[in-house]
């Protein structure tokens, strides 16, 4: 059974910067492709970021120059940092692996001044 914790969301100010972390358990992520997504209210959810089994990443346009999504093997765990935030970044932030039925219970970000 694969889990996923998300963490590090929190208020920060426009052209502020946070760094969310993904810890799973159950599967090693290394062997898969990881993605972030994120949900605003109102909205459907959308993927933001990805990693390849190879290291290679992938953004949406809309995150490109400010978001960098990385991952540790030895803590098996998926970051996304996050630079230069605007308030349209505002949303709950998931992880999700590639052929998983399972989400973990996101982590809020909030961009306000």
């Known amino acids: 059974q694969v889990q996923f914790v998300e963490s590090g969301g929190g208020l920060v100010q426009p052209g502020g910067s946070l760094r969310l972390a993904c810890a799973a358990s159950?599967?090693?992520?290394?062997?898969?492709t990881m993605w972030w997504y994120r949900q605003a209210p109102g909205k459907q959810r959308e993927w933001v970021a990805?990693?390849?089994?190879?290291?290679?990443?992938n953004y949406v346009d809309s995150v490109k120059g400010r978001f960098t999504i990385s991952r540790d093997s030895a803590k098996n765990t998926v970051y996304l940092q996050m630079n230069s935030l605007k308030p349209e970044d505002s949303a709950v932030y998931y992880c999700?692996?590639?052929?998983?039925?399972?989400w973990g219970q996101g982590t809020q970000v909030t961009v306000s001044s």
């Open positions: 990805l990693i390849h089994t190879d290291a290679s990443t």
């Open positions: 159950g599967s090693i992520i290394s062997l898969y």
């Open positions: 999700y692996r590639g052929g998983s039925s399972s």
